[in-house]
């Protein structure tokens, strides 16, 4: 079983839509959380942190359940500059060492 | 912040050639991660430096994979005798070892380069 899981899609939804993503993580260890966003050939860049509380950015709303042990990500009003592909971050600590890994992304097309 | 840096680009070789990348973080970050990533998977963690010191590395990191970060400053990352199925982007980041704990500051805990693609033929 893969440490970190998601859906892989591809979503396929028109402008305007709100759209979530989940992803579930083994190690209950895990401390902290992240959606990435990586559009076609770039690098990932941090789209948001998920904190305990859950938060909100704009359009986007992340939330944490630890019990579950999975993060979701809500976007909502959905725009054609939203289509990417959105992984999924699990970070924890052990000894003094750190760890971080992604999901395999969710493909999300937004059509007009 | 001139963020972090790769070299090259993009790389195509021959199968059973030796290819080097170099990876130039963030000054003042003194954790080094390298990643490969390949057409619709995440990225996956190869290895990490602290410093230049080497604490971890993935057991997909195999025995024709070596990485270095002799000053604590860039690092490379070598294959040798490049294989068909070595073909990925390779992607190098950077961090604070603190960054991307649980606070409200939103460190992202890993900044990455534009990555050095590989194909190997």
């Known amino acids: 079983r893969k440490e970190v899981e998601q859906d892989p899609g591809p979503f396929n939804v028109p402008e305007g839509a709100t759209v979530a993503f989940n992803c579930t993580y083994s190690?209950?260890?895990?401390?902290?959380f992240f959606w990435y966003r990586q559009d076609c050939r770039k690098e990932p860049k941090l789209l948001m942190s998920?904190?305990?509380s859950g938060n909100e950015d704009g359009r986007f709303t992340a939330q944490l359940n630890r019990a579950s042990q999975y993060i979701s990500l809500l976007i909502r009003d959905s725009k054609l500059s939203d289509s990417a592909t959105y992984l999924c971050v699990v970070k924890f600590w052990y000894s003094s060492a750190s760890k971080i890994i992604f999901g395999s992304g969710t493909r999300l097309s937004i059509r007009p | 912040d001139t963020g972090v840096s790769q070299d090259p680009r993009h790389k195509i070789t021959k199968r059973g050639q030796n290819v080097t990348f170099r990876c130039d973080p963030i000054s003042e970050h003194n954790r080094l991660y390298w990643y490969r990533q390949t057409l619709g998977q995440g990225p996956e963690f190869l290895t990490y430096f602290q410093n230049e010191a080497q604490l971890e590395k993935s057991r997909l990191l195999s025995d024709r994979f070596s990485a270095e970060r002799p000053k604590g400053s860039f690092s490379t990352l070598e294959i040798q005798r490049t294989e068909q199925g070595d073909s990925a982007m390779y992607l190098c980041a950077s961090s604070l070892p603190q960054d991307g704990g649980d606070t409200k500051e939103g460190k992202p805990p890993l900044h990455f380069g534009n990555g050095t693609r590989l194909t190997v033929t």
């Open positions: 998920v904190y305990s």
């Open positions: 190690n209950s260890a895990s401390q902290s």
